[in-house]
């Protein structure tokens, strides 16, 4: 911000737009990008208690299945994984 080449009449008007703008693509970017991309909560007989029962209750249960030694290891690069059901959403 260089106050001495601003129109000081546009400035406030410009900077509160800029300020929505940026505000309602951070939030658009925030609510769309995970869920649009990653795998959803398999609807298979495996995962299908996981559907009623409290999320931080369920997750302690993935590691079970998706650790190195369980029947389905995450996949190498998976991002940080403490919380599975904020990223793979039920459906
Ligand atoms: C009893 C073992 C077991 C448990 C517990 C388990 N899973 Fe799975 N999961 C599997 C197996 C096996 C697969 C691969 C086959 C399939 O798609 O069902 C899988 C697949 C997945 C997939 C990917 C499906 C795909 O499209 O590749 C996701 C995401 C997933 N599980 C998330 C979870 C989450 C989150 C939890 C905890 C709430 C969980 N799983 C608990 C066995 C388990
Ligand atoms: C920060 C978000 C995030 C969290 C938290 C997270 N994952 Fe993932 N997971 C991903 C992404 C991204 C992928 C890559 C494939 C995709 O887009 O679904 C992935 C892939 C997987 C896959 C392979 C599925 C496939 O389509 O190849 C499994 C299984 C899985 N995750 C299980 C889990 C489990 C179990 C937990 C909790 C211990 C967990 N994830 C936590 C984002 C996350």
């Given at each position: 911000m260089t106050p001495t080449t601003t129109n000081k009449r546009i400035r406030p008007l410009f900077l509160n737009i800029a300020f929505i703008v940026i505000g309602g693509a951070i939030l658009v970017f925030l609510f769309n990008?995970?869920?649009?991309?990653t795998t959803k909560l398999p609807k298979d007989l495996t995962h299908?208690?996981?559907?009623?029962?409290g999320k931080k209750e369920a997750e302690k249960f993935c590691t079970e299945c998706h650790s190195p030694k369980g029947v389905s290891p995450l996949p190498e690069g998976h991002p940080p994984k403490y919380r599975c059901l904020f990223c793979h959403k039920r459906q």
């Open positions: 990008a995970p869920k649009e991309t299908s208690r996981f559907q009623e029962m």
